[in-house]
């Protein structure tokens, strides 16, 4: 037994194995759900590698990195019937389309625009909190305005309410993430989830099709100048009526980027595979970003000693501290504990270990990350909240082959976003975050002093 084990009090694991088979997942998903850092220490000291009768928890570093980094063995196959049969590339493991696909997005989410983007979200921000009278609902109208706003400003997503661009992201988010076998929901509660989301993307295909043509018809015209004797000229006219525009110019955003960009034939990066990354583009930023924005404000202002930190950090003109502050407090409260996967065949993990596994093809894997995160092999000292601490070792954006798309845009967002609202006089909180029963926050109340915020 590891030093480490003679600090960790007994009873996790006495309970699951006293419980009845059917009994034992519920247990095991009670505590991670709710007292999730008390139960993963226990398991990293006791049984690294729990099984259960639904799936199986991997909760040391080296192990969750190892099924992290091997996805044709631990795959995203559970993705498939949540993402259309696998039109985007993140329910793909490791072949042509995926990292054809993720290689083009990352190019045109150019590293190079993040302080324009962090500008973007910092004015956003703060433009809604002036217009808020000092309350608000944080969840609705700041925590999924302000990516709402930066979807449609910086990746171009326009033309339509954001109030649609939220209600899209979270119906897929909630089905393809939050109603998986592992997730306790009664039946006739998943069946609503699986609706909400096959009545979302129906409305979000239609626009973005609709869209992406409409901005292909536009960006032809702009390459085509102004010659009048061309067909094209008329095109032009069409762009500035669709874009309702009197003069048709484009605005330099993610989605304009990618239809003025000419693609080989070989690639097969058509407008179809536009709308489809275009789409991804919007699922994968609102609800994750939100909910990792609002727990960050919640864990902070419950802890007065690393608020008032944080808010003198704020008020820095350099973002590093502040920043630092920020991603250790989501190893405490990350938007979730693990990331699963489904194994594609027999493997046997951690292999040559005392806690060696050997699982069985299409079982179901729980990679537990935050368990990770509080590794003495990743963090020393991991129970202490240590600012700056060394960032390749954080899961907050995932690993591997399917870490986020868009971490670098999060990189900026999640923190500026964080940091604006902390900048504003004596912010307090009307109740803890609301869920409604679910995994994504729906409610948080905040308010604050009405006079200028503080300078930051």
Same mark, same amino acid.
């Given at each position: ?6 600090? =960790? ?34 398991? %990293?000291?006791? +049984?690294?590698? &729990? ?8 909760? &040391? ?25 696998? =039109? ?26 993040? !302080? ?25 109208? @700041?925590? %999924? ?16 309410? /954001? ?51 409409? /901005? ?14 061309? !067909?094209?000229?008329?095109? +032009? ?19 304009? /980027?990618?239809? +003025? ?9 058509? =407008? ?32 007065? *000693? ?24 989501? %190893?405490?409260? !990350? ?69 986020? &798309?868009?971490? @670098? ?22 109740? %803890? ?11 948080? *109340? ?11």
């Amino acid at each position: 037994m590891s030093a480490q084990a003679s600090t =960790i009090p007994a009873g996790y694991l006495d309970r699951f194995d006293a419980a009845a088979p059917a009994d034992q997942f519920p247990l095991v998903r009670r505590w991670m759900d709710s007292e999730p850092l008390e139960f993963f220490k226990e398991l %990293r000291a006791k +049984r690294p590698i &729990l099984v259960t009768p639904v799936c199986t928890l991997v909760t &040391l570093y080296d192990d969750v990195i190892d099924v992290l980094n091997m996805p044709k063995i631990f795959t995203v196959a559970l993705y498939l019937p949540k993402m259309a049969g696998g =039109i985007y590339f993140m329910a793909h493991d490791d072949d042509a389309l995926h990292t054809r696909e993720k290689s083009i997005m990352q190019a045109l989410l150019n590293r190079d625009d993040l !302080p324009q983007v962090r500008a973007m979200v910092a004015k956003i921000a703060k433009d809604l909190l002036d217009a808020a009278g000092g309350h608000m609902d944080a969840i609705h109208d @700041y925590c %999924r305005m302000v990516p709402a706003t930066l979807v449609q400003d910086y990746f171009g997503l326009t033309g339509v309410d /954001r109030e649609d661009l939220m209600d899209w992201s979270y119906c897929n988010q909630n089905n393809t993430f939050y109603n998986q076998p592992f997730d306790l929901i009664p039946d006739a509660k998943r069946k609503e989830i699986q609706d909400r989301q096959a009545e979302a993307s129906k409305k979000l295909g239609t626009y973005l099709a609709e869209m992406i043509l409409t /901005r292909w018809i536009a960006v032809k015209a702009e390459q085509a100048g102004y010659l009048l004797l061309t !067909p094209w000229y008329l095109l +032009r006219l069409l762009a500035r009526k669709l874009l309702g525009k009197g003069d048709g110019k484009l605005e330099d955003n993610i989605v304009t /980027r990618m239809v +003025r960009t000419a693609y080989p034939g070989a690639v097969a990066f058509d =407008i179809k595979r536009m709308a489809v990354n275009t789409g991804g583009l919007l699922i994968g930023t609102i609800e994750t970003t939100s909910q990792a924005v609002a727990q960050v404000i919640q864990y902070l202002l419950n802890d007065p *000693e690393w608020l008032a930190k944080a808010v003198a950090a704020a008020k820095s003109d350099n973002p590093a501290a502040f920043d630092g502050i920020v991603w250790e407090a989501l %190893r405490f409260v !990350p938007i979730s504990p693990f990331m699963f996967r489904q194994t594609a065949g027999e493997y046997t993990i951690a292999k040559g270990t005392g806690h060696a596994t050997t699982v069985q093809p299409g079982s179901y894997i729980l990679a537990v990350t935050q368990s990770a995160m509080f590794d003495t092999k990743a963090f020393e000292n991991p129970d202490q909240f240590i600012p700056g601490r060394n960032w390749y070792h954080y899961f907050h954006f995932g690993f591997g082959s399917h870490e986020c &798309l868009g971490k @670098y845009i999060g990189m900026v967002m999640i923190p500026e976003m964080v940091r604006q609202m902390l900048l504003r006089p004596d912010l307090k909180a009307g109740g %803890r975050i609301d869920y409604q029963g679910g995994h994504l926050p729906q409610k948080y *109340e905040l308010a604050w002093s009405v006079t200028e915020p503080m300078k930051g």
